[in-house]
Nanobody, 114 residues
């Protein structure tokens, strides 16, 4: 069974940066490399929302709220997907989840203080 494990969250001041990582286990690199991958987030009391997506070919798509500040990337050799988050805002506070055609992981908490 494929497992997704997110890491890299933490507490940061507004304007700061964090880099989230997501490791996929239980899947071959060849299969991982052809899958679309993404990041979602869920703030307290809110629905889970889309943040960013990267295709198998490396094309990216972002929510308007993070465009220009966040960058999604992947390393198919390591079965990893990343989210570089810059110029963080308090409204970015949420649990962040990576996403693929597999069960959700537990997420990683990002807290941005004002």
């Amino acid at each position: 069974q494929v497992q997704l494990v997110e890491s890299g969250g933490g507490l940061v001041q507004a304007g700061g940066s964090l880099r989230l990582s997501c490791a996929a286990s239980g899947i071959s690199r060849s299969i991982f490399s052809i899958k679309y991958l993404g990041w979602y987030r869920q703030a307290p009391g809110k629905q889970r929302e889309f943040v960013a997506q990267i295709t198998s070919g490396g094309n990216t798509n972002y929510a308007d709220s993070v465009k220009g500040r966040f960058t999604i990337s992947r390393d198919n050799a390591k079965n990893m997907v990343y989210l570089q988050m810059n110029s963080l805002k308090p409204e970015d506070t949420a649990v962040y989840y990576c996403n693929g055609p597999w069960p959700w992981g537990r997420g990683t908490q990002v807290t941005v203080s004002s």
